[in-house]
């Protein structure tokens, strides 16, 4: 709602300035996460520089970085590319799509998904592993379903067909965007990234 989102934190914050009107939706935003998803948000405070980035998304996004906890033991690296389009009522999901099912009028609107999945840590009680994901032009549930398309998908989300409950809501976390700006490189961190207890080494700032 109006009254729950990042907008009305900053003001309440004081932090807004004058362009960013109650009536454009996401001004200032660069980047966007899934409701589900934590981590890293970045705003412009300038409306010349907004406009520049966002004209030019494909071109000055260089590479984003994620943290995940997937099902089962992800023992090596893995490049994943899928061609992907939504599904269900209203699209609240997406699926991979076969190239024997790429003509189907369903489909609609394919995108192409490419991500870099590395495991990091194994927790072989719990049967989960800690993945740090690479990716450049981002789309909507992209790691979701590219992990769980392969077999591993994040721990309790259900969605995408996990059978675990150790978590109340899976853990899907951005620690890192790199941006390039008129030949200069700009990387934005998350200072740490706690992780859930119990699971990893908890002093683990990725």
């Given amino acids: 709602s109006d ?26 935003l660069l980047n966007r996460l899934d409701f589900e998803t934590s981590g890293l948000l970045i705003f412009s405070l300038k409306e ?14 260089r590479k984003k970085v994620y943290l995940a906890i997937v099902e089962g033991e992800l023992k090596e690296e893995k490049e994943l590319s899928h061609q992907i389009t939504s599904c ?11 190239p024997e099912h790429m003509k189907k009028k369903e489909d609609k609107v394919v995108k192409v998904a490419h991500l ?15 993945v740090k994901i690479f990716l450049n032009e981002g789309h909507r549930h992209q790691i979701r379903l590219q992990l769980a398309a392969i077999g ?18 899976f853990y ?35």
Wanted: charged share 25%; net charge positive.
């Fill in 3 to 28: 009254k729950k989102n990042i907008f009305s934190f900053l003001r309440s914050k004081g932090l807004l300035v004058p362009w960013w009107k109650s009536e454009v939706r996401d001004a200032g």
């Fill in 48 to 61: 010349e520089i907004y406009n520049q980035i966002i004209k030019n998304r494909h071109r000055i996004m």
């Fill in 88 to 98: 269900g009522q209203r699209g609240e999901k997406m699926k991979v799509i076969l």
């Fill in 116 to 130: 870099k999945a590395v495991p990091l840590e194994y927790n072989k009680e719990k049967k989960a592993t800690l």
């Fill in 152 to 169: 591993y998908p994040l721990v309790s989300d259900e969605l995408y067909g996990s059978k675990s409950s150790l978590l109340e809501s």
């Fill in 172 to 206: 899907l976390r951005a620690i890192s965007y790199q941006l390039k700006i008129e030949g200069q490189l700009l990387t934005f961190k998350v200072d740490k990234s706690y992780l859930p207890s119990g699971f990893f080494n908890q002093n683990m700032f990725v």
